[in-house]
């Protein structure tokens, strides 16, 4: 993590993304992700790279970062598509630090729903859910009766959630449990053309 990425300002914030692992089984269509993958690799330097983060590098990233940096679980890759992505939140928070989370739930099971949901509101700067497209071949969501129900956890434990999704709407399970929160969505989020990989007349370069 150090070797790939900075800590960068947002919205006047000095947040550190962390990309858990390299390659993102969500597989978006909009997301150069065999680049970054060729790239990492070419990065190794005749070492082996590690392409999953263990809980021994966050932590001792975490370790060396100033305490005002916000960690920010997101990057190039669903967070939690790696397994020790909640025992990593874990210990941030057991440090006191500030974090952020943007996710697709993929990878989030019932107890990892938990830890989210209890995530104190004042330790967090930003909480947003990639929501499944219903267009098909956007995106790789696996939509089970987990995935429902964790969506359903956190909705309900969280007002601070932020709601993103692509494409022309969400898919319609997901629909109508928003429904059943009493959420109705208004605009997808505006698509950027991702190192060329989306050509579209509307997209943001
Ligand atoms: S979930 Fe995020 S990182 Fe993964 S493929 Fe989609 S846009 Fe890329």
Redesign the pocket.
Same mark, same amino acid.
């Given at each position: 993590m150090a070797r790939y990425s900075s800590p960068r300002e947002i919205f006047g914030q000095i947040v550190l993304e962390i990309t858990t692992r390299i390659g993102?089984?969500?597989?978006?269509r909009?997301?150069p @992700?065999s680049r970054l993958a060729s790239a990492y690799s070419a990065r190794g330097e005749g070492r082996r790279p590690e392409h999953l983060m263990t809980l021994d590098t966050f932590a001792a990233c975490v370790e060396r970062l100033p305490a005002y940096v916000e960690i920010d679980f997101s990057?190039?890759?669903?967070p939690w598509l790696n397994p020790d992505c909640t025992k990593m939140l874990r210990h941030a928070l057991e440090r006191d630090r500030r974090v952020r989370v943007?996710t697709?739930l @993929?990878g989030v099971e019932i107890s990892d729903a938990a830890v989210l949901a209890a995530v104190p509101p004042d330790k967090i700067g930003w909480f947003s859910l990639?929501l499944p497209s219903r267009d098909a071949g956007l995106?790789r969501f696996r939509i089970d009766g987990e995935y429902l129900e964790v969506l359903h956890l956190i909705l309900d434990a969280r007002r601070d959630v932020k709601l993103v999704y692509h494409g022309s709407g969400v898919d319609a399970r997901v629909e109508n449990l928003l429904a059943r929160h009493g959420i109705q969505l208004t605009q997808p989020r505006r698509t950027h053309t991702?190192a060329g990989n989306v050509i579209c007349p509307t997209c943001k370069r």
């Open positions: 993102c089984g969500v597989g978006c909009f997301c @992700q990057g190039f890759a669903e943007h697709t @993929q990639h995106e991702r």
